[in-house]
């Protein structure tokens, strides 16, 4: 099959920074790619790298495709490229031929269908104002934490007075980042372990600190990110909970057809993807919560600006960049 391959890069601000142990982001840059068949059919993709270094190795590799090509020397080509472009391309011809079909809407911009994530600089006014929000709809929340950004006591106080101001109808993700040691991480899994409101404990060790995590994972649900990332192999061998991120990942469609054949213990987690890698995040989240442990996911709804970059329509976020 012939190709016609186009890119256009984005930039946007987030409507408040993210913050985590490593890094804090403000504003989000990346590219659409849209691939066309030689039958006309068309496919979208998007390039979203996290990282500063990511961004500029991935524009010197994407300024390496050419405009017309064909999808085996495409493959060949990119199979040394950055996750990102990998993930952007498999997705585009994964649309193209029909393995994925997106949906007009999918519904996941209401306070109870994604997680909800902390102001990391106003943690408690943060989670009053949704335990307002929560209590006017009567339904169960869910809000991640983002930990490992100040002194360990100060973060425990934080925790002590989360755990006293929730019931079951708030459930709790907390994220280190892999920013602890093994230390804290075992002091925070035994104050945690018999709390019914945590959902899992997200990547709290660096993502080479396989022992210690495993043996976190016998004490309370851990749920790996960072880790997955850097050794792709986990995905068929960790037994635990896995934040899956199909922008970061070289092939979304593995994991469209794990959760379409109900793997358990998937969670669907963004990278700040604009509304065409968005498309991906919604339909994977539509179908783990048809599966054998449904889960909100982790989107962030409430970081975006109001832009077209956001529509659910991939065809005008093209025409309008």
Known sequence: ????????????????????????????SGWIIKLTSNDKKIGFGEVSPLLEDELKNCAKQLNMIPEHVKVFNLFEQINIFHPCIQSAINSALAEINGKIIFKDNYYFDEIDKTAILLNSENVISDLNEIKKKQSNIGKSVTIKWKVGLKKNHEEEAILEEILSQIDNNIKLRLDANGSWGRKIANRWADILKDNKNIDWLEQPLCFDDLDGLNDLNKKIPIALDESLLKFPTLIDEWEGWQIRRPSQENNPV????????????????????????????????????????????????????????????????????
């Open 1 to 28: 099959m012939n190709l016609i391959f186009k890119k256009k890069s984005y930039k946007f601000v987030l409507s408040t920074k993210v913050k985590n142990s490593k890094t804090t982001y403000l504003t989000k």
């Open 254 to 321: 593995k994991l469209l057809r794990e959760l379409e054949n109900k793997k358990a213990l998937i969670s669907i987690s963004t990278s700040f993807e604009t509304g065409i890698g968005r498309r991906w995040l919604y339909h994977l989240s539509s179908l783990q919560l048809q599966g054998p442990t449904p889960k909100v996911p982790g989107l962030a709804i409430n970081k975006f600006p109001n832009s077209f970059l956001f529509l659910n329509d991939a065809k005008k976020i093209w025409d309008q960049l």
